[in-house]
Nanobody, 124 residues
Framework: QVQLVESGGGLVQAGDSLRLSCAAS????????MGWFRQAPGKEREFVATISWSGRTTYYADSVKGRFTISRDNAKNTVYLQMNSLKPNDTAVYYC?????????????????WGQGTQVTVSS
């Protein structure tokens, strides 16, 4: 059974940085692209970033481009999200997920196996 466990969230001030981690188990991690999504209170879950199985290709939502960096360590079965210059509207629960398709999908429906999420709160 696939398990994804996110960590690294917290309460920070605007302009600060955080690094989220997502540890995967139960599947062949290297075979799949991975993605990060977020969901703010009262809003739909939205795409943040995705990374190919090799780590060579990434794609970001416009709202985080230039501030967030997705990466992965296939030896550790872990995907990361480095978040810099955080803003109050980055406040959300952040989720990682497995993309079982061809990779680099942007929609929630293309992803299987979600973690439980980690809360990120950015104060102004």
């Amino acid at each position: 059974q696939v398990q994804l466990v996110e960590s690294g969230g917290g309460l920070v001030q605007a302009g600060d940085s955080l690094r989220l981690s997502c540890a995967a188990s139960g599947h062949t991690f290297i075979d799949y692209a991975m993605g990060w999504f977020r969901q703010a209170p009262g809003k739909e879950r939205e795409f943040v970033a995705t990374i190919s199985w090799s780590g060579r290709t990434t794609y970001y939502a416009d709202s985080v481009k230039g501030r967030f960096t997705i990466s992965r360590d296939n030896a550790k079965n872990t995907v990361y999200l480095q978040m810099n210059s955080l803003k109050p509207n980055d406040t959300a629960v952040y989720y990682c997920a497995v993309d079982p398709g061809v990779g680099l999908a942007l929609d929630v429906g293309s992803y299987d196996y979600w973690g439980q999420g980690t809360q990120v709160t950015v104060s102004s």
